[in-house]
């Protein structure tokens, strides 16, 4: 497989009932020092304030706010609007 010289990248972060880490998780993917990035914040039916966090963020963010139905299908959905070359999972409590 061959990239192009300044690949897009993907950062996908699959979310449920982690309101607490959350905007960590999307604070560090957005200050990343590689210029060629998408954030995409992937809800999985989360009841705690999770999508008022994502909403802060929807100028800067790709939100997918979907009912729970399990991390397998979360990452699916993410992955079904990513567009760059290269695809980094992330999960909601990670920085």
Request: glycine share 8%.
């Given at each position: ?28 993917s957005l ?44 990452y ?20």
């Open positions: 497989m061959t990239f192009s010289e300044n690949p897009i990248v993907d950062i996908i972060i699959n979310n449920y009932n982690y309101g607490r880490f959350l905007k960590d998780a999307i604070e560090s200050n990343q020092t590689y210029s060629s990035i998408n954030v995409i914040v992937v809800d999985d039916g989360s009841t705690d304030n999770s999508r008022e966090i994502i909403a802060k963020y929807s100028d800067e963010i790709t939100a997918v706010l979907k009912e729970n139905g399990g991390q397998g299908s979360a699916n959905a993410g992955f079904s609007v990513a567009k760059g070359e290269i695809i980094i999972f992330l999960d909601s409590d990670d920085m």
